[in-house]
């Protein structure tokens, strides 16, 4: 499932149409859909807003007909609604990468990390998001500044598990993979700069994890507001805090800002 936002524009290759589709194009972060009955003119009309920088799609759509209507559901369904793989089976592979792919590589890597070294985790805005629809419960666990690797790792199993059982949501749990996992490299991230402070305090080390920001990647799709390069600026900025730095250190950053947790 996407979670591109998506608007749709019914009979927008000319007039008030066009002029919709042409603000959405420069306010709305999603895909936005001109819409005609006549593809060629509908087409000629996505053309003219290319040329001024603006990337809508096009599909085509006949409001009088009710096959037409059904043809463009079909499509955003497919596209935007439908994931056919059951949600533990989402869960368990979104969390082997995201989590425990980070962790593993952490572990292995920061006994390497040099003084005046820096650590940076790419999370995601996903998981502030995701947290408040968590129960009051894991969200006290997770905020926790005491919660250890162990007790974290427990909890990201126990989200893969509840969701074998079908009783994820029941468990006080959000119904997002993604923003669960995210969340885990978030904390984890957390404890990791706890445990370099309470071992390393002269190292100079700083850790922590980021959002990039929403960015024209094929998971995110054509529409996202960043480009590569501009997603690239909070990784780098925190890889390159100057040696003199004493922070941001534990912290989830998005935009060169620390964000609160």
């Known amino acids: 499932m996407s979670n591109t936002p998506v608007a749709v524009v019914t009979g927008s ?3 008030i149409g066009l002029a919709i ?3 959405l194009c420069k306010q709305y972060s999603g895909d936005v859909y ?3 009955r006549d593809v060629g003119q509908g087409k000629a009309a996505v053309a003219e807003l290319q040329k001024e920088g603006l990337k809508p799609l096009f599909h085509q ?3 009088n007909d ?16 439908d994931d056919t793989t059951p949600f533990h089976i989402q869960a368990e592979v979104t969390m082997k ?4 792919g980070t962790r593993n590589i952490c572990n292995e890597l920061l006994p390497l990390i040099k003084p005046k070294g820096r650590v940076v985790n790419v999370s995601s805005v996903m998981s502030t998001r995701t947290l408040p629809k968590c129960s009051q419960d894991l969200q006290q666990k997770f905020r926790s500044d005491t919660i250890t690797e162990e007790e974290l790792v427990k909890l990201m199993e126990k989200f893969v598990e509840d969701t074998k059982k079908g009783v994820h949501e029941k468990e006080g749990w959000a119904n997002s993979a993604y923003g669960v996992s995210k969340i885990g490299v978030t904390v984890l991230s957390r404890i990791q700069a706890r445990v370099l402070n309470e071992t390393r305090k002269v190292d100079g080390i700083l850790l922590n994890a980021c959002c990039p920001g929403w960015v024209r990647t094929d998971m ?9 390069d ?6 780098v900025y925190l890889a390159l805090l100057p040696p003199d730095a004493d922070g941001p250190h534990g912290q989830f950053v998005s935009d060169k800002i620390v964000q609160p947790w």
Do not use: C, H, M
Not at 220 to 228: D, E, L, Q, V
């Open 13 to 15: 290759n000319k007039g």
């Open 21 to 23: 589709v042409r603000a």
């Open 34 to 36: 001109l819409t005609s």
């Open 61 to 63: 759509l006949d409001i």
């Open 66 to 81: 009710l096959q037409s209507i059904q043809a463009l559901r079909d499509f955003l369904k497919g596209k935007y609604v």
């Open 97 to 100: 990468t995201n989590f425990f």
């Open 220 to 228: 995110a799709g054509p529409r996202a507001t960043k480009s590569p």
């Open 230 to 235: 501009e997603g690239a600026e909070t990784p």
